[in-house]
């Protein structure tokens, strides 16, 4: 018989206590465990889709570029616009460094039939799946002109919208008919040329354009689930005015030219700024780490109750015990083996309970991950908890942690303990 | 014979509240190795206090006590531990098994505080001695009077020490398991060990080889050699 059956003997006679113990821990390490391996697989999904991305860098008109980046990911309206000057100024600043330009439109478009405000996308409508690489269509195609538009998954669930159905967008009443020439985007492609014929007035007095759904996109993950995507003049339509675009997205020949194509275009232009991918993750990750801190102080809350858990019912057991503490030391064991064996018990509560929480958060990822889809403004595509060996070892160092600030105390207080006063009584 | 343990004015004072209590006062005692000793006297007259301060249990206030030429009153806590591990067994009253280690386990205890190994055949043996053989995977719970108090003496041994010191071994046994302790008890100095114990039966008391009478913290009547 060694120290450890003994002191694993003495935890199984208190079950009940030592089962509630255990549990305590179970969540301080399943919680840290799920925060560490979302924490780590979060930001690898996020640069993986940040770099599969086909814009290297976005310009956003003053105020704050970083703010106006997060409002995109996360599907708001930036208020202020580039004006067709600066976006033409821009491109000859840029010159043949750029391969493509995508100026971007968002807009909120109301859906009478539907009752919906959907938040509509306007973006080339030919280049889309250069934008956003990562897409893949669950039904249809991207569209082939200025009436067909294709919607994020949700969208479709939403209102069990089908490839060919059509959604009627309300648009602003007289725009003109040159409206989406304000950005000659992509002179190239006719879809550009601004098409009201599709407009119709409603018994309301309202204009109203009706497009076909060309394609459904499959879940991401993403916001892009959430969206409407189209071509960039029925945004215009819709926002009824020619004038500017919300971002203007730069697809470099060289990505690792970016910085310098960023310092050119803010030293030639006020009131724009550009951003590179890698600042669009650290704003992301920015939010990301407000979420973070929340759930550390989770982890440390968690970690506190647990170990006072542990330290009270080791306690416990040393007060009961004081008698056959008394027993052993006459027998001959030192003060060092009673702080031993009482230091075993809380180590084996921990290391138990640490090894049940990885595991438990480890099946249950999915779940956590449903979960804080649910609240985080912006969560990459696919699964963001992935079993690391590391984060495992580390959650159950930290257990182990807990379980040595937990034992110090008991274990001073068994090994204090002197074979007369505990034979006396 | 030689003489193994040895006290020199041994005193012992407790403090009660503000008052103090006397429980040896000055006693001068030697024990020969090889001898089966009883110590009787009434209660409260310092019998346990001795047993305690001679098994290194407690520390004496004054005097001194030697076993085997080491001094007691001088030597550090963890020498002590040494000395409880090494050299001396105690049987106590309440027999103070752990109830939830089985007999053998519970006897093969004090091995894991000494970092020894159990030398083959030595537990079977013991337990062949003290008569439990057919109770050694039961818990303590499971075990009559006798039988407890049987495996408390092997326990006692198991570290082969060359002291065993009991107090009042029989106090919780009926006669006949009280006559078979004894008997235990007193075939043990055949093995070179010296046996010290306590009781109120002067019957049992008379098995032994010597008998030490106590009174008020002294010895009685006994010149305290034999
Ligand atoms: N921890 C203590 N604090 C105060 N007084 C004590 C303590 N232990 C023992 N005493 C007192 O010391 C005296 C001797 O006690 P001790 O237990 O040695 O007697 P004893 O001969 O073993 O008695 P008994 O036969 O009843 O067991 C008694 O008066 C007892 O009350
Ligand atoms: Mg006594």
Same mark, same amino acid.
């Given at each position: 018989m060694g120290f450890l059956k003994l002191s694993l003997k003495n935890i199984a006679r208190n079950r009940t206590r030592n089962l509630i113990t255990l549990t305590s821990i179970l969540i301080a390490v399943g919680v840290l465990f799920s925060v560490v391996? $979302?924490? *780590?697989?979060?930001? *690898?999904? +996020?640069?993986?889709? @940040? *770099?599969?991305?086909?814009?290297?860098?976005?310009?956003?008109?003053? =105020?704050c570029p970083h703010e106006a980046a997060t409002l995109l990911l996360h599907g708001g309206?930036?208020?202020?616009? +580039?004006?067709?000057?600066?976006?033409?100024?821009?491109?000859d600043h840029v010159g043949d460094r750029a391969e493509g330009y995508y100026p971007m439109l968002l807009a909120q478009a109301h859906d009478p039939r539907r009752e919906r405000l959907d938040l509509v996308y306007g973006m080339p409508g030919d280049r889309m799946a250069d934008i956003k690489p990562q897409w893949r269509l669950a039904a249809g195609a991207f569209p082939e002109d200025d009436e067909t538009i294709i919607i994020g998954s949700n969208v479709a669930d939403r209102d069990d919208l089908a490839v060919g159905d059509?959604?009627? $967008?309300?648009? @602003?009443?007289?725009?003109?008919?040159?409206? =989406?020439?304000?950005?000659?985007?992509?002179?190239?492609? =006719?879809m550009l040329e601004e098409n009201l014929e599709g407009t119709s007035r409603n018994n309301n007095g309202d204009f109203l354009r009706t497009f076909e759904i060309s394609g459904i996109l499959r879940t991401t993950g993403t916001q892009d689930d959430d969206a409407v995507f189209v071509p960039l003049s029925v945004t215009r339509a819709i926002l009824g005015d020619a004038e500017g675009i919300t971002a203007l997205g730069i697809r470099l020949e060289h990505p690792g030219a970016a910085t310098r194509v960023i310092r050119d275009i803010e030293r030639g232009f006020a009131g724009v700024q550009a951003v590179t991918a890698d600042d669009l993750l650290e704003t992301v990750a920015g939010v990301v780490q407000s979420a973070r801190v929340l759930s550390f102080s989770m982890v440390i809350l968690v970690a506190v109750v647990s170990g006072s858990g542990v330290l009270n019912s080791i306690l416990m057991t040393v007060f009961e015990r004081t008698r056959e503490i008394g027993t052993m030391r006459s027998l001959g064991a030192s003060r060092l083996d009673i702080f031993r064996l009482t230091m075993n018990e809380a180590l084996v509560l921990t290391f138990i309970g640490g090894i049940a929480g990885i595991l438990l958060a480890t099946?249950?990822?999915?779940?956590?991950?449903?979960?804080?889809? =649910?609240?985080?403004? $912006?969560v990459p595509e696919g699964r963001n908890i992935v079993f690391d060996p590391l984060i495992a070892l580390g959650s159950l160092l930290f257990s182990m942690v807990i379980g040595v600030l937990a034992g110090l105390y008991p274990a001073w207080r068994a090994s204090g303990i002197t074979p007369i006063e505990a034979i006396r009584n | 014979m030689s003489v193994l343990i040895q006290t020199r004015n041994l005193e012992k004072v407790y403090h009660r509240g503000g008052e103090a209590v006397h429980a040896l006062r000055g006693v001068e005692l030697e024990f020969h190795k090889e001898t089966f000793a009883t110590i009787v006297g009434p209660s409260g007259s310092g019998k346990t206090t001795l047993l305690h301060i001679m098994g290194c249990l407690d520390r004496p206030s004054?005097?001194?006590? #030697?076993?085997?030429?080491?001094?007691?009153? #001088?030597?550090? &806590?963890? #020498?002590?531990?040494?000395?409880?591990?090494?050299?001396? &067994?105690?049987?106590?009253? #309440?027999?103070?098994?752990?109830?939830?280690?089985?007999?053998a386990d519970n006897i093969l205890l004090p091995l894991l505080f000494s970092r020894k190994k159990p030398e083959p055949g030595y537990l079977d043996h013991l337990m062949e001695t003290v008569g439990i053989v057919h109770r050694k995977d039961h818990r303590p719970n499971q075990l009559s009077g006798g039988e407890m108090q049987r495996a408390a003496v092997a326990r006692a041994l198991i570290n082969r020490p060359q002291v065993l010191l009991a107090d009042e071994p029989s106090g919780n046994l009926d006669t006949d398991n009280s006559i078979r302790i004894f008997e235990l008890l007193s075939s043990l100095k055949q093995e070179g060990i010296t046996v010290i114990v306590v009781t109120h039966n002067m019957e049992l008391a008379r098995m032994a080889d010597r008998q030490v009478h106590f009174r008020d913290g002294r010895l009685a009547d006994e010149p305290g050699r034999c």
């Open positions: 391996s $979302y924490d *780590r697989g979060f930001s *690898r999904s +996020l640069e993986r889709e @940040m *770099r599969r991305t086909g814009v290297h860098v976005t310009v956003v008109p003053t =105020g309206v930036v208020p202020d616009r +580039l004006d067709r000057e600066t976006v033409a100024g821009i491109k059509s959604i009627a $967008y309300r648009t @602003m009443a007289g725009v003109p008919a040159d409206a =989406g020439h304000g950005i000659p985007a992509a002179p190239e492609s =006719g099946l249950g990822a999915p779940v956590i991950e449903s979960f804080v889809r =649910g609240f985080l403004p $912006y | 004054g005097g001194t006590v #030697e076993i085997d030429g080491i001094s007691l009153s #001088e030597i550090s &806590g963890s #020498e002590q531990d040494r000395i409880r591990r090494n050299m001396i &067994g105690f049987v106590f009253q #309440e027999f103070h098994l752990i109830p939830s280690l089985s007999v």
